[in-house]
């Protein structure tokens, strides 16, 4: 038998357990990090005695206040100014789940401890943050919500002039040129993908149907261009499909295409098709449809690389965005697992990171797609308590220099960003 064949039956089971053990949460918790524990006593353990090197393996340090909460979120955006003077990131009160009312407060630093507070935000999550990002070295953006209107927006803050301006649609993804964006149903998203949407409106039931929204973010105007029942008319799924939502929008670099990822549950499983579309929905391209996607990262505006399922084979390939798709696997030397990887300018390096291995750690990699080689540049223990919702990924991003990147880890006890030389 296959060895991946095996990794199959071996998923099937330890999924059909969960299952099983989903209706006594409680007990699934104590399993789960009763699992997570022995792996981090016995595996741990033994690389200890074996000399293994774990934390900082280049040169780095901490750029948020120690003792304090900060993160920034996903990888897919820059904390950065484009001189790598300055970035940004999110302090909250601890490494909970966010409440019904609760605040983050919006921060702009220049080092560990001169840092200023722009603003607040009630639109935040574990994961993705509040979709913070920098549209120029001046305006900074994030979403929240606006209680007045009960609905959440998007707040574009001049950090030379502290004008703030709202756009009444939260954005998940932002054009580069800074006009256009792209909007979806954010409380639906934290439904099946608690940690990636928000909470404050408190909704308890949705339709079948859903959208992604084009925002002109000059005037605001916005409009419908793909929904659920839309996508499922041109790429049918099967009809005893229960709940679907959309995630994981992402512009290409001219701003004229995206990529986003479709999700429905059958039976219980999830299941992920990647899509991309033009800004107008019309024309769009099925690129990775057996049943597992899962991040992604534009190589240019014609490439997409990602994790995904490919002839029963889950890999990093990168597929040609047509709408009968070429697809090759990146290297034979690649991380064997899924990670969040995004490229350098020149598009020779990839940085990646990993889920916790069997002793618990976080891999932080470099990979050379020239040389088609890899090495780890950091390796942090990630808290047994902290899986699911509440887990602290790297979700590695390049510094504008491209000689270091920052990450978000909460290996010292609190969430903290760190920057770390590549070499």
């Known amino acids: 038998?296959?060895?991946?064949?095996?990794?199959?039956?071996?998923?099937?089971?330890?999924?059909?357990?969960?299952?099983?053990?989903?209706?006594?949460?409680?007990?699934?918790?104590?399993?789960?990090?009763?699992?997570?524990?022995?792996?981090?006593?016995?595996v741990g353990t033994k690389r200890k005695l074996s000399g293994y090197e774990t934390g900082i393996l280049t040169k780095g340090k901490l750029i948020t206040p120690y003792g304090k909460n900060c993160y920034f979120g996903y990888y897919d955006k820059s904390a950065f100014s484009s001189d790598g003077k300055h970035y940004i990131y999110l302090m909250i009160n601890g490494k909970k789940k966010p409440k019904?009312?609760?605040?983050?407060?919006?921060?702009?630093?220049s080092s560990e401890t001169d840092y200023k507070i722009l603003g607040e935000t009630l639109a935040w999550n574990s994961q993705q943050g509040a979709m913070l990002r920098f549209v120029s070295d001046e305006v900074i953006a994030w979403n929240d919500y606006d209680e007045s209107s009960d609905q959440y927006?998007?707040?574009?803050?001049?950090?030379?002039?502290?004008?703030?301006?709202?756009?009444?649609?939260?954005?998940?993804?932002?054009?580069?040129?800074?006009?256009?964006?792209?909007?979806?149903?954010?409380?639906?998203?934290?439904?099946?993908?608690?940690?990636?949407?928000?909470?404050?409106?408190?909704?308890?039931?949705?339709?079948?149907?859903?959208?992604?929204?084009?925002?002109?973010?000059?005037?605001g105007k916005k409009?419908?261009?793909?929904?659920?029942?839309?996508?499922?008319?041109?790429?049918?799924?099967?009809?005893?499909?229960?709940?679907?939502?959309?995630?994981?929008?992402?512009?290409?670099?001219?701003?004229?295409?995206?990529i986003f990822i479709f999700r429905y549950l059958l039976d219980g499983k999830r299941i992920s098709r990647l899509f991309s579309s033009d800004i107008e929905g019309k024309e769009i391209h099925l690129l990775a449809d057996e049943e597992m996607v899962s991040h992604c990262t534009w190589k240019d505006d014609e490439h997409i690389t990602l994790w995904c399922r490919i002839n029963r084979q889950d890999n990093y390939y990168t597929i040609t965005d047509k709408e009968i798709p070429e697809m090759v696997i990146l290297?034979?030397?690649?991380?064997?697992?899924?990670?969040?990887?995004?490229?350098?300018?020149?598009?020779?390096?990839?940085?990646?990171?990993?889920?916790?291995?069997?002793a618990?750690?976080?891999?932080?990699?470099?990979?050379?797609?020239?040389?088609?080689?890899?090495?780890?540049?950091?390796?942090?223990?990630?808290?047994?308590?902290?899986?699911?919702?509440?887990?602290?990924?790297?979700?590695?991003?390049?510094?504008?220099?491209?000689?270091?990147?920052?990450?978000?880890?909460?290996?010292?006890?609190?969430r903290g960003m760190y920057l770390i030389d590549i070499e």
């Not at 020779?348 to 990993?354: E, F, G, H, Q, V």
């Not at 990630?382 to 880890?409: E, T, Y």
């Open 1 to 42: 038998m296959a060895s991946n064949d095996k990794r199959e039956i071996m998923k099937k089971i330890f999924k059909s357990v969960d299952k099983w053990l989903k209706k006594i949460p409680v007990l699934r918790n104590l399993m789960v990090y009763l699992y997570h524990f022995l792996r981090r006593v016995f």
């Open 100 to 109: 019904v009312g609760e605040k983050a407060k919006v921060c702009y630093a």
């Open 153 to 219: 927006i998007t707040i574009f803050f001049d950090v030379k002039t502290g004008e703030k301006r709202k756009l009444m649609s939260p954005l998940y993804d932002l054009s580069d040129d800074g006009k256009k964006g792209l909007s979806l149903e954010f409380e639906r998203l934290n439904v099946d993908a608690e940690g990636y949407g928000y909470i404050q409106q408190q909704k308890k039931s949705f339709s079948k149907d859903s959208y992604i929204d084009l925002v002109d973010v000059i005037t």
């Open 223 to 258: 409009k419908t261009i793909i929904t659920i029942d839309s996508i499922t008319k041109m790429f049918p799924i099967p009809e005893a499909a229960t709940f679907s939502y959309f995630n994981h929008l992402e512009f290409n670099p001219s701003g004229n295409r995206f």
């Open 331 to 358: 290297g034979e030397n690649t991380p064997n697992e899924d990670g969040h990887p995004t490229y350098n300018t020149d598009r020779t390096k990839i940085i990646t990171d990993t889920y916790p291995d069997k």
């Open 360 to 414: 618990e750690y976080r891999h932080l990699i470099v990979y050379d797609c020239v040389e088609d080689s890899m090495r780890d540049i950091a390796r942090f223990y990630a808290p047994v308590l902290l899986h699911g919702p509440l887990r602290c990924d790297f979700h590695p991003r390049w510094n504008p220099n491209m000689k270091q990147v920052v990450i978000d880890s909460v290996h010292e006890g609190f």
